[in-house]
Structure formats: C-alpha cells, structure tokens
C-alpha cells in the first residue's frame, strides 16, 4: 500500500502564490513519477503537472511558465510551487504517484487539497 500526505493550498488572491507538498510512503520501492492533477467544479480532472523520477517534466499549456514541480527524492516528496495564480486555477489539487511492481504500473492518489484564488 502507499500513502500521500498532501499539504498546502487554501484561499489566495488573484496574482498570489501558494505551494503544495505531497509525502509518499509505503510500498514505493520503485517510483515511475509524481505529480499533480486538479479538477474544478463540473470539469474533469486535468494533468498539471508531472516529474518523472529521471528528471523529465512535463505541465498543462496553462500552467507553463507559472508553477514549477520539483522532486526530493531522499523525502519521497514532490512540490508544486504556483506562482501568478488566477481565478481559473481553482480547483481540487490531487496528488499522484505511480508505482512500478513487476510489470505492473500502479496509480496512488492523495485525499485532495483545495485551491481557490479570489479574482
């Protein structure tokens, strides 16, 4: 089993910053990548950004060049550090790791982390 802690998030206004940690623990003997979703009210949940364990990120075309995810590896944990947010950034901001067993990729979400941004 994995666990994800998520913290961070939280109401911040428009221009604002505000940065997400998630903590995995458990079986993560061999992490594939981490990273973040979201999903907003009466939308599905979008990919926001992902780091996999070789260094190689990739972010939503919205979020380019405003949030930044980074990795500590020692921790096991992966941050999202949003910057210049905007009103359509909030959502529900749900951690993600994927695990590799035998031949098998399995998925692990956290418990969710709300983010709303006044305009």
């Known amino acids: 089993q994995v666990q994800l802690v998520e913290s961070g998030g939280g109401l911040v206004q428009a221009g604002g910053s505000v940065r997400l940690s998630c903590t995995a623990s458990g079986s993560i003997s061999s992490i594939n990548a981490m990273g973040w979703y979201r999903q907003a009210p009466g939308k599905e949940r979008e990919l926001v950004a992902r780091?996999?364990?070789?260094?190689?990120?990739n972010y939503a075309d919205s979020v380019k060049g405003r949030f930044t995810i980074s990795r500590d590896h020692a921790e096991n944990t992966v941050y999202l550090q949003m910057n210049s947010l905007k009103p359509d950034d909030t959502a529900v901001y749900y951690c993600?790791?994927?695990?590799?067993?035998?031949?098998?990729?399995?998925?692990?979400w956290g418990q969710g982390t709300q983010v709303t941004v006044s305009s």
């Open positions: 780091r996999t364990s070789g260094g190689s990120t």
């Open positions: 993600n790791v994927e695990v590799v067993r035998p031949g098998v990729l399995y998925d692990y």
